[in-house]
């Protein structure tokens, strides 16, 4: 990088803005200022659905609680089992699920036994019923088979005392199955997270409003409300605010008094209508920081009373790059969730890709699976921080380092696939 390349007043046109925080460097900045909410609350399982947990969950017994069949078929000792040829074991009763057999197995004996149920006392195996041949009151068994087969072992699944869920688990469709398998009809979870948000701007209508010359059907609202419905957090939508200095203000003191986190679109650049900045730094503590990424460079973070602030830029896409890399990863951690990096898969560019070194691009791609079985990844369409379709077309993004340059056609490059990021 030579000097005579950085101007003076360094644009998002430019290669090269020493003033610009690196993506890593903004999000730890932006983490070190959060810590998870403090209040709980005891839910029922249903209702605790997506909610994150407050504290580990021991297991309160084993599961399986006792030693069971995996198949139908007969309960044996495996020391009756024939190493070679076929042994007739005499059957003295059965058990179902439910409706074990209480007796205890004795030399030379079988137990007819269902999937689930209790494997009687002095059995170690079942053979299933394929591999067994009834006769009355008797049944054979040839060869081959392995002592403990086809039985589920008290404990094997969960040991009385392990943890089952650690704290900070957002409660997935299968937990509330496994709580149910304990027996627990509640738990306890981190109250939710409210967020108040607005869109700013003189040249935004709202549906249903006509369309005058110069104006746009306001999207950032609703890009916002999709992305924080997906988390599960309580949603406060303050709706437009006009490019004026008094309403910006009210609005902000009246979302942050209701919210934990406060996020605006619009109104962070440098234009002659740009008022967030002004405003904010006379209500709260703010830092407003250009980053080394493309698209969402300016973005203003901080506090308003005890209210986290975020002021994404207003391009829609910038929008929702700069939800997913910031403020859901700063979402999750007050949630009480441990930090986890978004997952990142290579994939072989299908097409040259434009890339400025000195930012991190974030371009909105279309992932999947080459006849080679290899990933393969194409641009959804044009990549202008305003050409939200071509977001919808995409199912990642193609993460391009600050440091890296044009990517040629069969170039390796990182994907952040949207199935799991949101
Ligand atoms: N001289 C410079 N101008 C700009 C620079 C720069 O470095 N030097 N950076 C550009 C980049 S990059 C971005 S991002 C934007 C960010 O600016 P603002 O946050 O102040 O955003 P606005 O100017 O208010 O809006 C930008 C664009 O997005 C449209 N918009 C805004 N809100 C919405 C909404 N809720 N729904 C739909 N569309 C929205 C707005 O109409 C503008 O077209 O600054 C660049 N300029
Ligand atoms: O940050 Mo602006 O990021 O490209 O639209």
Redesign the pocket.
Known sequence: MSEARIPAQP??ADDFDPQSLPVAEALARIQQQVQPVSGCEQLNLRAALGRVLAADVLAPVDVPAYDNSAMDGYAVRSADLPAVGSVRLRLVGSAFAGQPWGGCLGAGEAVRIMTGALLPDGADSVVMQEHAARDGDSVSIGSGHRAGQNVRRVGEDLRCGSVVLAGGRRIAPFDVGVLASLGRGEVRVRRRVRVAFF???D??RSIGEPLEAGC?Y????YSLYGMLSRLGVDVLDFGVVRDCREALRETLREAAASADVVIT???????EA?FVRDTLLALGRIHFWKIAMK????LAFGHIDDALFFGL????V?VVVTFFQFVQPALHRLMGMPEQAPLLLRARALAPMKKRPGRTEYQRGILQREADGQLGVRLSGAQG??VLSSMSRANCFVVLAQASAEVAAGDWVDVQPFEGLY
């Open positions: 644009s998002c869109s700013t701007g040249e935004l746009v306001d999207s950032n609202r679109s619009g109104g962070v650049s440098v234009g740009d698209p969402g460079r300016p830029p207003g391009n829609p910038a921080s305003g």
